[in-house]
């Protein structure tokens, strides 16, 4: 299994969204990048920078929860 935010891939929009990260409008026939885990889209995002923004804000998430653990 890979990890979280190393498996987005380029594909065509099936349908018009905001990008999760950036609010940015992508049409149905735009260029997005997806996350699909257990067959399903996870996390869809506009750019490479909205990818790589939300890698950085879910690992630094899980190392948060990490030492909030420690400290209990």
């Known amino acids: 299994m890979s990890l979280i ?3 987005f891939k380029l ?7 905001n990008c999760g990260e ?3 409008h992508i049409p149905a026939g ?6 699909v885990r257990f ?4 996390k869809r995002v506009c750019s490479e ?4 923004s939300f ?3 879910y690992w630094q998430e ?3 929860q990490r030492k909030a653990g420690e400290a209990a």
């Not at 594909?11 to 969204?17: D, G, I, L, Y």
């Not at 920078?49 to 790589?52: K, L, P």
């Open 11 to 17: 594909v065509v929009a099936p349908f018009a969204f």
């Open 39 to 42: 067959g399903k889209v996870q």
């Open 30 to 35: 735009g260029r997005c990048l997806e996350s």
């Open 62 to 64: 899980r190392a948060d």
């Open 55 to 57: 890698d950085d804000r």
């Open 49 to 52: 920078d909205c990818r790589v």
């Open 5 to 7: 935010g190393n498996d």
């Open 22 to 24: 950036c609010g940015n």
